[in-house]
């Protein structure tokens, strides 16, 4: 019993890595907060990448812990309570791409890649609230983050950081949109696939490795791109985050914009 219990308390513990994440992602933000820097690049591009990663570790949890309290008791010895990005089953599809994406394009990928066993769960009601766990995570943390522009606005704190901070909040808006989307693959459509007769399921399954690119291939048409990108700003406006915050938190982001330029000086 003692070894049983030891070992489910190894499975839960937060990791060390995740810890890491979260200093990285407080130090960063008090460093843009107190403008250390002339040129805050730096400091914000690990904020918001830091910030990120431990949105995607949250979101990576919630579907653990909502299967696990579902009936997969398998996700506590495959690693995944412990918030260690290094245990999801596919870290290059949960981690570095969703990064990769932000870095190239400035917009939140669905992460997901954790191997829930299904057959383990009863209830179809189970089944969607799983595949919505991971979505709502990120909701809440757009929320949080707009939160401050909702109630108070630039008067939080210093321009560069509430830019960094609205930047931030933007990529899980546009994550939260994203996976919400009944495509197959995505966690929107794990939501109502439970409910789904099972013929259909069957014809379905063959596009699921399809289901995200299909998305972001139809995010290059400029028409459903403008529209796309016109309802985001739409949700940011509603919460007090203009336009203005999202664009500079971006641009700052992006510090290697001006490299080659100037023995890679920033322009001002």
Not at 46 to 69: D, K, M, N, P, Q
Not at 218 to 224: G, M, N, S, T
Not at 232 to 259: C, H, P, S
């Amino acid at each position: 019993m003692t070894t049983t219990v030891s070992a489910r308390g190894r499975d839960r513990r937060i990791s060390p890595v995740f810890l890491g994440l979260v200093a990285i992602m407080l130090v960063s933000g008090w460093a843009v907060w107190q403008g250390l820097s002339n040129n805050p690049g730096f400091a914000v591009f690990l904020f918001v990448v830091s910030g990120w990663i431990v949105s995607l570790c949250l979101h990576e949890y919630a579907h653990a812990r909502t299967a696990l309290h579902g009936g997969d008791i398998s996700v506590g010895a495959k690693g995944y309570l412990t918030l260690n990005p290094l245990k999801y089953t596919h870290t290059a599809l949960s981690i570095v791409l969703p990064v990769v994406f932000v870095i190239l394009g400035g917009i939140g990928l669905p992460g997901g890649a954790v191997f829930i066993e299904r057959g383990r769960i009863t209830g179809r009601w189970r089944h969607s609230l799983i595949s919505a766990a991971g979505p709502l995570v990120n909701a809440v943390c757009a929320l949080l983050l707009m939160l401050p522009f909702a109630i108070g606005g630039q008067a939080w704190g210093p321009a560069p950081f509430m830019s960094a901070v609205a930047f931030l909040a933007e990529l899980q808006v546009t994550a939260a949109i994203l996976n919400f989307l009944p495509v197959p693959g995505l966690d929107g459509y794990g939501v109502v696939e439970p409910w789904l007769s099972y013929t259909v399921r069957r014809q379905v399954e063959p596009f699921a490795p399809f289901g995200l690119i299909a998305v972001f291939g139809c995010l290059w048409i400029p028409e459903v791109n403008t529209y796309f990108w016109e309802f985001i700003d739409a949700v940011m406006r509603a919460f007090g985050v203009q336009d203005w915050y999202t664009a500079t938190g971006y641009e700052t982001f992006r510090l290697w914009k001006d490299w080659g330029a100037g023995g890679g000086q920033g322009t001002g």
